[in-house]
């Protein structure tokens, strides 16, 4: 069945340039695709049944492109340490826990309760190491609404021996028992080797054939901090930079996902764009970890594919709308750092960074574009603060993004369907 | 009547030192002063009525040392714009709007409420240069709880003619009416210079004469930005450094608040040591409008005094909680600038720095100090994700500090009173 949404309508379909149709009407079709966005209601739908969210924002819903489900147990803990020593220490402990299916269902419920009620509907997301932990990640993604890519964690070196380890034939056959196991409508899976330290070159040449015979995607980590990059110069002093790591067993390709990308050089953006590479920021755990300060400005003018990520639990918001706002700090930061020449990101920027950019990986076009399934939050700011004067839809976007909590958004549509607040 | 509040007692009576006593006892006397912390009741007050928060936090309240009432509306929107034009686009205009008695009693009443319900019981505040805003100010602030400091801004020069602006005669002379109608309790008179860029030298001078004749605090700006510094160089040829401009009018003297000092030499810290005047950080404005990242941590290791704000609205988060995590994240990029050679903050110092250095502007001893009035907060994080084990209050505490909302807070003491979640 046809049916309207009402609602001032906010898009962001491209860097920088903002959408808005205030008091407008979002046409979805029977199969919940985008018929439209438009000022008035056209006469051919007059019939159709209509939602009106009255004065609330509907907005496009996020995408959070690199996040860690197990770590999730962590949030707002343990970050006194670099990333090396922050991962045997706190990480990898915490991870090991989901050897246990109880308690691995207990948190990815939460998980993606708190993921889809806070308006995010796709994710790219690293699991744990453990198979049945990993497909009920994406059974309780799956059942909230949350949509995209999940990966079992490939790490058969510099693991936590006794506490967190697989030997390589371990992780290859899970793998492939995992691979079989994937049987869900909207959560697929991503191939995920950890990162180039994890993984013995073995490791990496298996997991390259598989991606490579069964199309799959990929997911890894790249130039996060420099420490790491030191140590992957140990490991592979062939390669001359990191991505060559990963080139050198079919693992760097079209749409590849690679997180952080802090210190990645002149060189290394270029293979980024050549393989059409999507380059994950991380804003806030780059901070809390003392990673660094990442040139998101710099990628973007190059023409770089960057989307963002909350990197739970480096990062300690999972909320997209402060991941979005952490862009904006951290790209304000390099500012600082490298005069006034650099410019930051606006809110429409980094919104967008926090949407389409991320949504076009799974195949969504620009914005709210007639034929996508819809994805969209529906935002209530009538609790903020009473303004100084009268707000432009731009003005409220704006604060809304600042000052959203949970409770603001009142609905949420994820691939065409109503799975937070709905009436559907 | 004495009683006893029961809970998981946690303090941070000096940098670096977190008191935590496990379902302890928190004793207060019928005057709301605080008999003592006890690991087990002590006999005498074994007959008291007791107040059992179960496993909950109870932890210090916040004093917010930085921030502008009048901007609370502007919460959020508007930070494209480095420090001056900011103020001039934004800021000033927003202030205008508090000539009207009836909005300014609807924010006040509105950011008064936010304040001490999020855990804030102490502030250094700004107003706006209305008179009769400000007593309203001051009047909504002792009704919700929230005591400390207030002041009504001065600036007779570079305001915003026709919106925002007054005379040296007429800022004198509110300023002495002001001060004859401040009379409440714990909501006492700062005097308030915005910045030297906003008061000619005969107002600064009037308002040093007046600081002396009444025994009078004063607060205002330091050293925020470049631009900033470098238009007090020219309005102050002969001031080598941005605070000679306040100490030549008498302004610069024992418990001065300044807020910012980002760029606070050696010379302008020395000075701040020998007239025992606050620095106050606020990481999260200095980010947002691009000012810099101030260096905490060399203030602390040179025995400055150093507290922190929410410099609302520069800063978009009001929860000192939040203030307190981008004090920690600010410390973080400063080490990423500066090299790992640079300490970050960690959590307890943050904490320390967000409670007992600024309580003790008010005359408070360290953490829960007996004889103190009660400023406590009770923290309930039972709604938090289950964690991977056991842990510990310290653990707890860290957790309370990246994760609470709002609704978390369970509590508030002030003054000795449970204003918040009360018994009594």
Known sequence: MTRVLRGNIVSAPELGRLDVTEHGYLVLEDDGRIAGVFDRLPERYAAAPCTDYGDALVMQSFADMHLHAPQYPMLGMGMDLPLLDWLNTYAFPTEARFADPDYARRIYRRLASDLITNGTTRVCMFSSLH??????????????????????????????????????????????????????????????PRFTPSCTDELMGRLGQIAAERGLCVQSHLSESRPEMAWVRQLHPDCERYWETYDKFGLWKDRTVMAHCVYSDAEERAAMRRSNVLAVHCADSNVNICSGVC???????????????????????????????????????????????????????????????????FGAGAGFAPGDKLHAIVLDDGDFPESAGPLSVRERFERAVYMAHRHNIIAVWSEGRCVVGGEN
């Open 295 to 361: 040139p998101v400005r710099q990628l973007l003018r190059e023409g770089n594919w960057v989307a963002l990520g909350s990197d739970i639990a480096g990062g300690a918001q999972l909320p997209m709308y402060k991941v979005v706002t952490a862009a904006i700090r951290a790209s304000k930061i390099r500012r600082i750092m490298d005069g006034e020449a650099a410019d930051f990101l606006t809110v429409e920027e980094a919104y967008y960074l926090g949407t389409t950019a991320g949504h076009r990986y």
């Open 131 to 192: 198979t049945e932990a990993t497909w009920i990640l994406m059974e309780e993604l799956e059942r909230a609404g949350v949509t995209g890519c999940v990966g079992k964690v490939n790490m058969d070196r510099n693991a936590l021996p006794g506490v967190l380890e697989e030997t390589t034939e371990q992780s290859v056959r899970e793998t492939l028992r995992w691979l079989e196991g994937c049987r869900f409508a909207h959560v697929k899976p991503i191939l995920t």
